[in-house]
């Protein structure tokens, strides 16, 4: 039996506890409008939690970023599922490799580099981004 990358669960799986279940399979994924090589999946939107809480899978390409940004008002977590990369947050830089978990604060700037393999994020918004 082929072993499956984690992310490959996380495109081909399922959310449930919704009105109904969806097959992540069938959710597109969306380029950046912002930042080249950076694509998104929204697993949950805020119409789905009454806005307090989103869900968001983030492909990061070998060698790209997610450049300095901050969300207003949005506390933001980060689960590394697989690959590399650093994160810089306000003044600290934390390496990323599956396993890791962070908590960034509302309105505090950050940045995500991919390394070598690139990178894929589970990332989460209370309230919710979209």
């Known amino acids: 039996m082929l072993s499956e990358k984690i992310s490959e669960k996380f495109e081909n799986g399922i959310i449930v506890g919704l009105s109904k279940d ?36 983030v492909n990061v390409t070998p060698g790209c970023s997610i450049d300095t940004h901050i969300h207003n008002g949005k506390l933001e977590i980060h689960e590394v599922i697989e690959g590399t990369g650093v994160c810089i ?4 830089t934390i390496n990323y490799c599956a396993g890791t978990i962070s ?28």
């Open 89 to 92: 947050i306000g003044e600290k």
């Open 22 to 57: 969806i097959k992540t399979g069938t959710i597109d994924w969306n380029e950046h409008n912002l930042f080249k090589g950076v694509y998104l999946k929204h697993l949950i939107k805020g119409i789905d939690t009454n806005s307090s809480i989103s869900c968001h899978l």
């Open 103 to 130: 908590l960034i604060p509302a309105d505090i700037p950050h940045k995500v580099t991919a390394g070598n393999e690139g990178i894929y994020i589970l990332a989460k918004f209370s309230p919710a981004l979209l």
